[in-house]
T-cell receptor, first 112, second 111 residues
Framework: AQSVTQLGSHVSVSEGALVLLRCNYS??????LFWYVQYPNQGLQLLLKYTTGATLVKGINGFEAEFKKSETSFHLTKPSAHMSDAAEYFCAVSRGNTPLVFGKGTRLSVIA | AAGVIQSPRHLIKEKRETATLKCYPIPRHDTVYWYQQGPGQDPQFLIS???????DKGSIPDRFSAQQFSDYHSELNMSSLELGDSALYFC??????????FGQGTRLTVV
């Protein structure tokens, strides 16, 4: 079975500060890992994904994540937070065509 | 670019009524997924279809059923609605081994 654990249900950062959202996965096979963002009353938008190859993946809106097998982690980072980054972020895992399994989500607040 | 279309966007039903949610996937996407997201919760997988056949089943109640039609659109049928069924219902579509693309969701409120 696959699962992800997001550490911290709510993260608050100042505008311009580093954003770090933590995700650890559990998978019996090499996982496919994803980060999705959800704005209020909106659908889920893919930020970035890792399937194979380069372990540092870059996504939209300046976000990136690094797959670390030794730490079973896939943390999401952004060097400088913007007010528009305030949203709910979900880490998710799957394997090929298996359905996505989501973490509990982390709400990011950005303080001016 | 065409996205995943869900209808209706909002739906209010009374307890014990039925509801039908529709999903129109991105053209040429052959897999459709349904997810339920309760208030403040993470999305929970309900059911998926590949080439009009059920491919995976998650935590879908027996009161719910779904199907994918010949034009690849999908419908989620929900009967004997309960207050706890109030949630956002997302449909997503994809090509094999490609990321899911989610629709905007249908917000179902059961009163």
């Amino acid at each position: 079975a696959q699962s992800v654990t997001q550490l911290g249900s709510h993260v608050s950062v100042s505008e311009g500060a580093l954003v770090l959202l933590r995700c650890n996965y559990s998978s019996s096979v090499p996982p496919y890992l994803f980060w999705y963002v959800q704005y209020p009353n909106q659908g889920l938008q893919l930020l970035l994904k890792y399937t194979t190859g380069a372990t540092l993946v870059k996504g939209i809106n300046g976000f990136e994540a690094e797959f670390k097998k030794s730490e079973t982690s896939f943390h999401l980072t952004k060097p400088s937070a913007h007010m528009s980054d305030a949203a709910e972020y979900f880490c998710a895992v799957s394997r090929g065509n298996t359905p996505l399994v989501f973490g509990k989500g982390t709400r990011l607040s950005v303080i001016a | 670019a065409a996205g995943v279309i869900q209808s209706p966007r909002h739906l209010i039903k009374e307890k014990r009524e039925t509801a039908t949610l529709k999903c129109y996937p991105i053209p040429r996407h052959d897999t459709v997924y349904w997810y339920q997201q309760g208030p403040g919760q993470d999305p929970q997988f309900l059911i998926s279809f590949y080439e009009k056949m059920q491919s995976d089943k998650g935590s879908i109640p027996d009161r719910f059923s779904a199907q994918q039609f010949s034009d690849y659109h999908s419908e989620l049928n929900m009967s004997s609605l309960e207050l706890g069924d109030s949630a956002l219902y997302f449909c997503a579509s994809s090509l094999p081994s490609r990321p899911l693309v989610f629709g905007q969701g249908t917000r179902l409120t059961v009163v």
